[in-house]
């Protein structure tokens, strides 16, 4: 980690080398702020993937968006020029299904949530139920209802363990943000006096499920992401190489303020191209 309370954008010299002496294997990224801003394409992301794709590098894009499964995720990029192949995305939804069928194989879940993670749900053998539930999941949807959050508190009191997709408060839309899953499960916490188990970014949790898909290991594998809240944190803490890109939430003079820093800090994903 980088020891100066200033970190400077660095300008890339050769492969990336991981802290133990190892070069990078594995590639996990961030999509919103790394790979797109606004549906269009970060400079640089397009070669990065196709660079990837054409060495055969092992990588993943992890989002914590589970409205969308991987296949619709594909095409969402590919309409803002880039081509990633569905096998190479892992979502939240992905990473609750993973979670739920490793604790209790056929559980009976109650869902709060779009295709993204009732799909995943179903592909990982859980019963999809409003009767006697072992889990209330909560998701992201554009389309909450006060009756199915109503249904979700009185289960939980009933017994229903509590799980949420990811902790993200609000969520972006040409309009402005939105409330999502994170705020939504304020709500029921409230009401319950239940916290939930979260599974996505910042928990580690969800880059071991995702480094399990490519069979990555710690001491090889990268994390590319542009929030230090969550990206660069989870990294750290799964015991990756971090590099923050300064081309989506993070600034430069934002770092300071936190008590970790990245193993690298670039502009943009652009930066990484000379080092593959």
Same mark, same amino acid.
């Given at each position: 980690?980088? $020891?100066?309370?200033?970190? $400077?954008?660095?300008?890339?010299?050769?492969?990336?080398?991981?802290?133990? /002496?190892? $070069?990078?294997?594995?590639?996990?990224?961030?999509?919103?702020?790394?790979? %797109?801003?606004?549906?269009?394409? %970060?400079?640089?992301?397009?070669?990065? @993937?196709? &660079?990837?794709?054409?060495?055969?590098?092992?990588?993943?894009?992890?989002?914590?968006? #589970?409205?969308?499964?991987?296949?619709?995720?594909?095409?969402?990029?590919?309409? #803002?020029?880039?081509?990633?192949?569905? $096998?190479?995305?892992?979502?939240?939804?992905?990473?609750?299904?993973?979670? *739920?069928?490793?604790?209790?194989? /056929?559980?009976? @879940? !109650?869902?709060? /949530?779009?295709?993204?993670?009732?799909?995943?749900?179903?592909?990982? /053998?859980?019963?999809?139920?409003?009767?006697?539930?072992?889990?209330? %999941?909560?998701?992201?949807?554009?389309?909450?209802?006060?009756?199915? @959050?109503?249904?979700?508190?009185?289960?939980?009191?009933?017994?229903? &363990?509590?799980?949420? =997709?990811?902790?993200?408060? =609000?969520?972006?839309? &040409?309009?402005?943000? *939105?409330?999502?899953?994170?705020?939504?499960?304020?709500?029921?916490?409230?009401?319950?006096?239940?916290?939930? !188990?979260?599974?996505?970014?910042?928990?580690?949790?969800?880059?071991?499920?995702?480094?399990?898909?490519?069979?990555?290991?710690?001491?090889?594998?990268?994390?590319?992401?542009?929030?230090?809240?969550t990206d660069i944190?989870?990294?750290?803490?799964?015991?990756?190489?971090?590099?923050?890109?300064?081309?989506?939430?993070?600034?430069?003079?934002?770092?300071?303020?936190?008590?970790?820093?990245?193993?690298q800090v670039l502009?943009?994903?652009?930066? *990484?191209?000379?080092?593959?």
């Amino acid at each position: 980690m980088s $020891e100066s309370p200033d970190v $400077e954008p660095t300008q890339p010299a050769g492969p990336v080398v991981y802290r133990s /002496g190892q $070069e990078i294997e594995c590639w996990l990224t961030d999509m919103d702020g790394v790979l %797109v801003h606004e549906n269009h394409p %970060v400079p640089g992301a397009a070669e990065l @993937i196709q &660079r990837w794709v054409d060495t055969s590098r092992r990588f993943l894009v992890l989002t914590n968006n #589970s409205i969308y499964t991987p296949r619709d995720l594909a095409a969402r990029l590919a309409s #803002s020029g880039l081509s990633i192949p569905e $096998e190479n995305i892992w979502t939240s939804a992905l990473a609750t299904a993973v979670f *739920l069928k490793d604790q209790m194989p /056929g559980a009976r @879940i !109650y869902v709060i /949530g779009e295709a993204g993670l009732t799909t995943a749900l179903h592909e990982a /053998g859980m019963i999809l139920t409003d009767q006697d539930p072992d889990y209330v %999941v909560l998701g992201e949807t554009r389309t909450y209802s006060f009756n199915a @959050i109503t249904t979700a508190i009185r289960l939980i009191l009933d017994g229903a &363990r509590f799980i949420a =997709t990811n902790p993200d408060a =609000t969520g972006p839309s &040409r309009d402005g943000v *939105l409330p999502a899953t994170g705020a939504i499960a304020a709500l029921i916490s409230k009401a319950t006096g239940r916290t939930p !188990y979260t599974i996505g970014k910042p928990n580690p949790m969800m880059f071991r499920s995702a480094m399990n898909q490519i069979d990555a290991h710690s001491e090889t594998t990268a994390m590319i992401g542009d929030r230090m809240d969550t990206d660069i944190i989870a990294g750290m803490e799964a015991g990756l190489h971090t590099v923050l890109v300064l081309s989506g939430i993070t600034r430069r003079e934002d770092i300071s303020a936190y008590p970790f820093r990245p193993n690298q800090v670039l502009a943009s994903v652009k930066d *990484l191209l000379q080092q593959l």
